[in-house]
């Protein structure tokens, strides 16, 4: 593991925020992308983007911090609430931060709510897949060991452990390739996040069962996995309204042609 990449006088560059900053940037380029393709101007997307990546980061913090209180020892020490350099950041704070920032950025665009967050969900899974290998360089959210041939040796760990967090960051990629597809064809608004939250959530419950750190157990489950359950059923819920909505319009996915009608009057 490389926590720390270079040195110079007191200043540390730490490969946590280094590769996490790399993602953020990737990500927030896909949102850009796909919003540029709807014609949408960069001026407006950039606002969107400063307030969803600043309060995404707030959440995500925040959630490492409220959930690992007693284990890292904040109230000792206070002023390590703010040192999430040194690593500390849980990706599913960072979906309810961005939200908020983008239900306040959206109050300065008007554009809808639905149409922003499915640009979100493509710059939340693109980034998310490249920030996951901050984990791996960090040396945390380390998994169960594993006698399997790709097993990592970890710091402070004597055999090898599953790589929970590049089965993560993989899935990540294989979820934004399928989400790219699915925005530039989408018959309405809503399709691509409420497919991110099936896919990502369905990915997240799943990876947990690999994980080795601890963690905070409810119902028998990691903390996470039952979040992943809430964000899974919410996702569900979204996807029917949107399909819903698609029908009432009678919309369908783009690129596509028209179902023959096959009524005796239009025989």
Not at 48 to 57: F, M, R, T
């Amino acid at each position: 593991m490389y926590p720390e990449l270079l040195h110079i006088g007191s200043f540390t560059l730490r490969s946590y925020s280094l590769i996490t900053e790399i993602g953020i940037i990737v990500g927030v380029y896909a949102g850009y992308r796909a919003a540029r393709r709807q014609g949408v101007p960069a001026d407006t997307f950039i606002d969107l983007a400063i307030w969803a990546v600043l309060l995404g980061i707030v959440g995500s913090r925040a959630y490492y911090v409220v959930v690992n209180w007693n284990l890292e020892h904040y109230a000792e020490e206070p002023l390590r609430v703010f040192a999430s350099w040194e690593g500390g950041l849980i990706f599913q704070g960072a979906i309810v931060g961005g939200i908020l920032g983008l239900l306040l950025g959206i109050r300065r665009t008007g554009l809808p709510f639905l149409q922003v967050t499915d640009w979100g969900a493509l710059g939340l899974v693109l980034g998310h897949a490249v920030g996951r290998w901050a984990c791996f360089f960090n040396g945390c959210c380390y998994g169960t060991t594993t006698d399997l041939p790709w097993g990592v040796r970890f710091p402070y760990h004597d055999l090898p452990v599953q790589p929970t967090m590049i089965y993560e960051s993989l899935a990540n990629f294989v979820i934004f390739a399928i989400l790219w597809q699915v925005e530039q064809r989408k018959p309405v608004h809503g399709y691509t996040l409420s497919l991110y939250m099936i896919l990502y959530s369905t990915v997240r419950f799943l990876d947990e069962f690999t994980r080795g750190d601890p963690a905070d157990m409810l119902l028998n489950l990691r903390l996470a996995q039952v979040v992943s359950l809430g964000t899974l059923a919410l996702g569900l819920a979204l996807f029917v309204y949107v399909r819903r909505q698609a029908r009432e319009r009678e919309t369908r996915w783009a690129g596509l042609p028209a179902p023959a009608d096959s009524s005796p009057e239009r025989q």
